[in-house]
């Protein structure tokens, strides 16, 4: 073993924030501030919500020490599966307001401060055959039911 313990350790810290520019009450909550994970193991983070809109999208970011903020992976309210991307993958419960980021095979270039962010789905009207039709903006589709 030529890494000591300390070397094997990563340091994870969660912050939030809310994107919604809106008059309806939100709020994003964490309820572990920091935690030290042996690294190779998997690692959870957990992220509670309250908002009234059906209509949103949560994304993960995470922010090492150089300070740059690097998105990780985003969840729509709608989608019925829930994301991955490569070894983050989301478990998102609507029901329950909680979305939890599964790290899989921790680096140390994993310590950082992570931020779990909630973004309101908006639509714009766009002139089609001089009819308005509505169309989602980039940055979080909103969800159409039947």
Do not use: H
Request: charged letters at 15%; a positive charge.
């Amino acid at each position: 073993m030529g890494k000591n313990l300390e070397s094997l350790l990563l340091s994870l810290t969660f912050s939030f924030c809310t994107g919604f520019r809106s008059s309806i009450a939100q709020k994003v909550t964490q309820a572990q501030p920091a935690m030290l994970v042996q690294e190779k193991g998997a690692v959870a983070l957990e992220c509670t919500l309250s908002t009234r809109d059906p209509s949103y999208s949560l994304l993960w970011y995470k922010q090492p020490s150089s300070g740059a903020m690097i998105f990780l992976i985003r969840q729509d309210s709608c989608s019925q599966q829930n994301a991955t991307d490569g070894r983050y993958s989301l478990n998102f419960q609507k029901t329950r307001k909680s979305i939890q980021l599964v790290m899989s095979a921790s680096e140390l270039e994993d310590s950082a401060v992570y931020f779990c962010a909630l973004s309101k789905a908006t639509v714009s009207g766009v002139m089609e055959g001089g009819v308005p039709k509505p169309r989602a903006l980039p940055d979080a589709p909103p969800c159409y039911w039947a």
